[in-house]
């Protein structure tokens, strides 16, 4: 263990050595203080300069000693809730899954040609989403074509409140939007405030390269008045909005992460954020992001060590393929998504379902996502040695020859959780032969739970959803 600047512990990072992070984590700081980021909003400007910024124009550089010192007042780990009363914890060595957002299309089982969403679609995946054990973060996976404006915003609102309970990751379109978020959310954590009952977070995202706009500078500030949670959103397209080596790109990254980290601090020190990154490779012959392939698992694999390095968790954009359909290509690029974001330290991985560079999305592919998510994290959790499971007195009294069967032994240790793995669609122990498919066994999968499950959502909730959507629709409808 080593210590960073911050004050941190930071592990040795698989893949990439420490001093190769800690290089392009100088660099970030370097392009922050001489090159700065483009700050739209007057008013953040403002508030950063009084704060020890220098601000020219639009353009605000935070000097190395000012980043430094607001990261040391950013938690290391914090706690996330959801409306049933659980929580879980980011940044404490465990992974959580955020569900996909705003996928533009949808592909249908048993067809080839993706579709528009509907408000049917959404109302679906937030269905799956809420089944999913291991799903803790849920977002807008689609957001419906119609009703367009104002009135599509608070549709997909409601849609997603009534129909799940966990903890709801917000994309909002704009500042509107996220103010009715705000709103909604408040009445729904009562009486707690929303900084004691973290039913929310947010996505502020950066616009590449080196740039922040006001829809997502007042996001930001409305986060750090309120205390809600903030995921930053780096999303570099390498060769396009950053440089083209995956080095140059990092930096980038990086330094738009310690603009938004330092100044959420700067605002309102101790305030929860997450560092985060969706940034992929631009395939050089045809000018299209290419996502899942090694380039992009590298860009993955290096993101939550750069993380660490500000003493901060990580979001990292991982179920992402290029192909079009679930077939062995998406698996293998989905596999080495997953294993580099794990083995590296990811907090949260994000995007089951998605499919071709996220452009298109099926209810089947996120089972099957999912399905891979806990075989790669029961690979990554090993196995314990002890002498209990060692079991040496039960090998005498088998001695050569016998059989463990029955023995008390086996009977005592084969359903934990540390020596078994029970797939949920994977065919196992070479049994009777399934002519199915994993795709078919996942939509008979995905059928059984629309048709069964149920949210949970309180009539207590539904009212106050619904009244708050009677306000806003008399507050902006028609005269």
């Known amino acids: 263990m080593r210590e960073d600047e911050c004050g941190q512990k930071l592990p040795e990072v698989h893949g990439t050595s420490s001093d190769e992070l800690r290089k392009i984590h100088t660099a970030g700081l370097d392009i922050l203080a001489e090159v700065g980021m483009q700050v739209e ?56 899954v955020a569900a996909p957002g705003h996928v533009p299309n949808v592909l249908d089982y048993g067809t080839s040609r993706p579709r528009l969403p509907e408000r049917k679609d959404l109302r679906a995946f937030t269905a799956l989403l809420d089944a999913m054990p291991d799903m803790d973060l849920v977002r807008a996976a689609v957001v419906p074509v119609s009703p367009a404006g104002w009135e599509r915003s608070l ?20 500042f509107q939007e996220f103010g009715w978020w705000v709103d ?22 950066t616009t590449s390269p080196l740039r922040i706009t006001s829809d997502d500078s007042l996001i930001l500030q409305l986060c750090c008045r309120e205390r809600i949670p903030i995921f930053i959103l780096s999303s570099i397209s390498v060769g396009g909005t950053g440089p083209v080596t995956l080095a140059g790109a990092l930096a980038v990254q990086h330094a738009e992460n310690l603009f938004v980290a330092a100044a959420s601090q700067l605002l309102n020190p101790g305030i929860p954020v997450c560092y985060g990154t969706t940034s992929s490779p631009l395939d050089m012959r045809s000018a299209r992001t290419s996502r899942g392939g090694p380039l992009h698992s590298l860009l993955v694999r290096a993101s939550p ?17 290029d192909a079009s359909t679930s077939d062995f290509q998406a698996g293998t690029q989905k596999a080495s998504m997953l294993v580099s974001a794990l083995t590296s ?30 075989m790669v994290r029961r690979l990554q959790r090993g196995f314990h040695v002890s002498d209990e499971r060692l079991g040496l007195p039960t090998v005498g009294t088998v001695g050569p020859g016998g059989n463990f069967l029955a023995e008390e032994h086996t009977v005592r240790w084969m359903r934990d959780e540390d020596e078994s793995f029970t797939p ?34 309180s009539p207590a909730e539904m009212e106050i959803i619904e009244e708050f959507a009677r306000e806003v629709r008399r507050g902006l409808g028609p005269m």
């Open 345 to 374: 330290g990811a907090s949260v991985c994000g995007g089951p379902g998605a499919l071709q560079a996220a452009m298109l999305i099926s209810l089947e592919q996120v089972l099957l996502d999912m399905e891979l998510y806990r």
């Open 41 to 96: 909003e007057p008013d953040l400007r403002e508030r950063l300069g009084a704060l020890g910024a220098k601000v020219h124009g639009q353009i605000v550089c935070l000097p190395r000693d000012l980043v430094l010192a607001a990261l040391r007042s950013a938690p290391a780990q914090y706690t996330l809730d959801d409306r049933r009363g659980g929580s879980f914890i980011i940044g404490d060595g465990s992974c959580h």
């Open 305 to 321: 060590g750069l993380a660490r390095l500000c003493g901060l968790p990580c979001y990292c954009g991982t179920f992402h393929t």
């Open 184 to 205: 909604l959310s408040s009445r729904l954590a009562r009486p707690a405030r929303l900084d004691e009952r973290r039913i929310i977070s947010a996505f502020v995202s």
């Open 155 to 174: 549709c997909t609102m409601v849609d997603l409140v009534s129909r799940t309970t966990k903890h709801i990751l917000v994309v909002p379109f704009d």
């Open 424 to 457: 949920g669609l994977f065919a196992s122990g070479g049994g009777p032969a399934d002519a199915r498919s994993m795709l078919d066994r996942a939509h008979e999968r995905v059928e059984n739970i629309l048709n069964t499950h149920q949210a949970g959502v």
